[in-house]
């Protein structure tokens, strides 16, 4: 198999503002081979922002459970790394013709790969733009 593509999502920042960027070009690349989030962060706090510019139908993304679809570098997935992953796969139907989907964010225990990652899949004839963002560790202060 082929070794999926790399996205490295952008941190928010508390009390702050971060310019989202181009994002990633959903390509024949993507759709055949998937794409990943590299470990650190992997899945922890990680939201997608996806956009279908598919003009004929919606179309799927599927974020992967634990052990399930191939390692980011396109090997077979050696099982599932925590129990939470038995709960299976996240598909998630993007509307046709410029529909936008947010994802997640995501818990590590049901969607962290056995080497960290997080790993997505995209329907075949998917284009459009992924974007990924990482949320930041929040410090909530309240004041009495």
């Known amino acids: 198999m082929t070794a999926r593509t790399q996205i490295t999502p952008l941190s928010l920042v508390q009390d702050g503002g971060v310019a989202e ?3 990633t070009t959903i390509n024949s690349t993507l759709v055949t081979d998937g794409a990943y989030i590299a470990a650190p962060p992997g899945p922890n706090k990680v939201f997608l922002i996806v956009e279908n510019t ?5 179309l799927n993304v599927t ?3 634990g052990g399930n679809g191939v390692t980011a570098s396109g090997g077979t997935n050696p099982g599932v790394p925590f129990e939470g992953a038995t709960v299976g796969d996240l598909v998630v139907s993007v509307a046709e013709n ?6 997640g964010p ?5 969607f962290t790969q ?4 997080l790993s997505i899949d995209f329907e075949t004839a998917f284009t459009g733009t992924i974007w990924a963002f990482q ?3 929040l410090h909530i202060v309240e004041d009495f």
């Open 54 to 58: 598919y003009s004929s139908s919606a």
């Open 114 to 117: 056995a080497d960290g990652s």
């Open 135 to 137: 949320l930041p560790n």
């Open 63 to 65: 974020v992967r459970a």
């Open 98 to 103: 410029g529909g936008i989907s947010m994802i």
């Open 106 to 110: 995501f818990t590590s225990d049901r």
């Open 21 to 23: 960027g181009s994002g």
